[in-house]
């Protein structure tokens, strides 16, 4: 069984400021964690994602997110904030041992800039 | 640039109508999915298919079937819709190469039954 959590229904911060949205995750074999984003009345986009190697990924849009094992979270972070990144993210987890190419996403988190 | 194509953005339809949702890839992807998208429920998996004529089940299907006659194009059908079936409808499509694995979606299709 996998599962996703994003405890955070919403994220405010100031534009300017660095942003963290949260993922922590369940999954029994090796985690394929992807980060998605969502803008209104559109389609979710890929972000980034982490397969294997480096425990920091860079992916799109000047977003990066931290892969941690120990702690099994897989945290979207951004050094400074933009009014245009608001949107609503999305972190899904698949298990890459068990063969199933079905990912399981996180309910999302709106994250809101501010000017 | 990699596409998928939902045929309606917006559709409205009344309760008991036979409705017929189009989705086409055109990155050559084994894997193909609808899901449902509602507030605060996320997105929820109605079907997947990892090849032509082929589908599985995911975690909401009563009510939906789907039909996957070629590889590029997976279609959902509401047999007869109600108004619980109100939401954003979201195709999307992944390779089986293990290096990626990432969804493609297409931009949703709104879907409304009065």
């Known amino acids: 069984a996998q599962s996703v959590a994003q405890p955070e229904d919403q994220v405010n911060v100031a534009e300017g400021n660095p942003l963290t949205v949260k993922c922590t995750y369940s999954v029994s074999g090796n985690p394929y964690l992807f980060w998605y984003v969502q803008y209104p009345n559109r389609g979710l986009q890929f972000l980034l994602k982490?397969?294997?190697?480096?425990?920091l990924v860079k992916g799109s849009y000047g977003f990066e997110a931290e892969f941690n094992k120990s702690q099994t979270s897989f945290h979207l972070k951004k050094p400074s904030a933009l009014v245009s990144d608001s949107a609503l993210y999305f972190c899904?987890?698949?298990?890459?041992?068990?063969?199933?190419?079905?990912?399981?996403f996180g309910r999302g988190t709106s994250l809101i800039v501010h000017p | 640039d990699v596409k998928v194509t939902q045929s309606s953005r917006y559709l409205v339809k009344r309760t008991g109508e036979k409705v017929f949702l189009e989705c086409v890839q055109d990155?050559?992807?084994?894997?193909m999915f609808w899901y449902r998208q509602d507030p605060g429920l996320g997105l929820r998996l109605i079907y997947f298919?990892?090849?032509?004529?082929?589908?599985e089940k995911g975690d909401i299907p009563e009510g939906y079937s789907v039909s996957r006659e070629k590889k590029e194009r997976f279609s959902l059908i509401l047999e007869s819709a109600s108004t619980n079936q109100t939401s954003m409808y979201l195709c999307?499509?992944?390779?089986?190469?293990?290096?990626?694995?990432?969804?493609?979606f297409g931009e949703g299709s709104r879907l409304t039954v009065l």
């Open positions: 990155m050559d992807h084994e894997n």
């Open positions: 999307a499509s992944s390779s089986r190469d293990v290096d990626t694995g990432e969804l493609f």
């Open positions: 298919s990892y090849d032509v004529k082929m589908k």
């Open positions: 982490y397969i294997t190697g480096d425990n």
């Open positions: 899904a987890v698949r298990d890459g041992t068990g063969g199933s190419y079905i990912p399981t």
